[in-house]
């Protein structure tokens, strides 16, 4: 009989895996480019999809591009418990932001495979359709889809930049599934993610318990002015579209620190047109966010914006439409999963707090539908979103030991 409250996942063969996934889209400075529904992306999923299938999982894909890699239940017509994060990265991300919570997942299940131990429940594996929302936003779009907050036809209408269509870059990259999106019950959902904040290497915890995710608003900005000479054009005169953007960057950054200390506010994207040296701009795009954990502090926060962007317009002889392209309801985890996370923590003797997630998650759609908790490991100085995102091979291990107890304890081990 299998001494289950000892066992371990294999840590050296999770960093290994993490490490081999990380070839696909390296980047010079040791990030990772391998943005949503590119070739790269294509590369690291077929990796996945052969480890998955040399674990002896059967995997199926839904028309998002939502990977779930099965292993069977001893009832087999039970609910899965879910695990898993996201493949994709920033363009200039790290190597674990997401990849940690899927392949940690499946480490779970090659140790589960080691140790021949059955399940009552079947459990699936969940690797995420554009979490980060880079190339096409709204980001979290694959679980926000299953979650039903977005519908399959304006998902696969979304598009990049470059004006590339999502369900389009889905057929070319052949993970358009033909599985519904959703509509299943799952018994319980699990997240391993870094913190991507400083808070548990500060204070030298080994596991964040996250009990909340906060909430989020996302903006979209047309801006227009009038193009016109750098030269002659009389200062006073000027309709200048990139100056009116300047001054919504600054109100979303004095709107957030009027809400300190909780409140975050950021400008990520700008494109002024024509994009000319001598040429006032007559035309930008911008994109900002709020985050705060209140869901009436950020509605405070889009009145400020909404007024302050008003005024700013009409100082500037500009016209500025303003639209809201995803709202992120701040959202609660579910007690019980929270409390399978902390008891899984004690029980491995690793110190933890309880910690509300600054970054949105494929856990923030799922906790809609499923019950859902989300495990957090410490990242070196909090960095992420940037190549230099660094954690220990430890940090990984203690994570994915974590997400093995708190998944068995609600996939009910059957002994082998
Ligand atoms: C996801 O990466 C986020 O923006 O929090
Ligand atoms: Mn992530
Ligand atoms: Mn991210």
New binding site residues.
């Given amino acids: 009989m299998t001494d289950l409250p000892n066992m371990r996942i294999d840590g050296a063969r999770l960093w290994d895996s993490l490490m081999e996934m990380a070839k696909i889209g390296a980047t010079p400075a040791g990030g990772c480019n391998r943005q949503t529904l590119t070739d790269l992306d294509r590369q690291g999923r077929d990796l996945f999809a052969r480890w998955c299938a040399a674990a002896g999982m059967t995997l199926r894909v839904d028309r998002m591009g939502n990977m779930f890699a099965r292993r069977a239940g001893l009832d087999d017509s039970l609910p899965p418990v879910m695990m898993g994060s996201h493949l994709d990265t920033?363009p200039t991300g790290g190597k674990f932001?997401g990849v940690l919570g899927v392949l940690g997942a499946l480490e779970v299940v090659r140790s589960l495979n080691d140790m021949k131990l059955r399940t009552r429940h079947p459990i699936e594996v969940a690797n995420w359709t554009n979490?980060?929302?880079a190339r096409f936003a709204p980001?979290?779009i694959g679980s926000g889809v299953f979650a039903g907050h977005y519908t399959l036809e304006e998902a696969l209408a979304a598009r990049d930049l470059a004006g590339a269509e999502f369900g389009a870059e889905l057929a070319r990259i052949g993970y358009a599934g033909a599985d519904a999106v959703g509509g299943r019950p799952i018994h319980a959902y699990f997240e391993l993610h870094i913190e991507q904040g400083p808070i548990l290497e500060d204070e030298g915890v080994d596991i964040g318990v996250v009990t909340h995710g906060q909430g989020?608003r996302w903006y979209e900005f047309h801006i227009a002015g009038f193009e016109s000479h750098a030269g002659t054009t009389p200062m006073p005169r000027r309709r200048d579209a990139l100056l009116g953007a300047a001054r919504i960057v600054e109100l979303f950054n004095r709107v957030a620190l009027a809400h300190a200390p909780l409140a975050m506010g950021t400008c990520g994207l700008i494109e002024a047109r024509p994009g000319s040296r001598n040429v006032i701009p007559g035309s930008v795009f911008l994109t900002g966010e709020f985050r705060h954990p209140e869901a009436a502090v950020l509605a405070a926060m889009d009145e400020a914006l909404r007024a302050g962007a008003a005024e700013i317009a009409a100082r500037g002889g500009l016209t500025c439409e303003v639209a809201e392209i995803s709202y992120y309801p701040p959202v609660p985890f579910e007690a019980g999963c929270v409390e399978a996370v902390r008891r899984a923590a004690r029980g491995l003797g690793l110190s933890h707090r309880d910690i509300v997630s600054?970054?949105?998650?494929d856990a923030c759609w799922v906790a809609l539908v499923a019950p859902t908790a989300m495990i957090f490991t410490p990242c070196v100085d909090g960095v992420s979103?940037n190549e230099s995102e660094r954690i220990s091979p430890e940090w990984a291990a203690a994570g994915a030991n974590v997400l093995l107890h708190a998944a068995l304890e609600k996939a009910e081990v059957v002994a082998g």
């Fill in positions: 920033q932001d979490e980060e929302g980001s979290m989020q600054g970054a949105g998650h979103h």
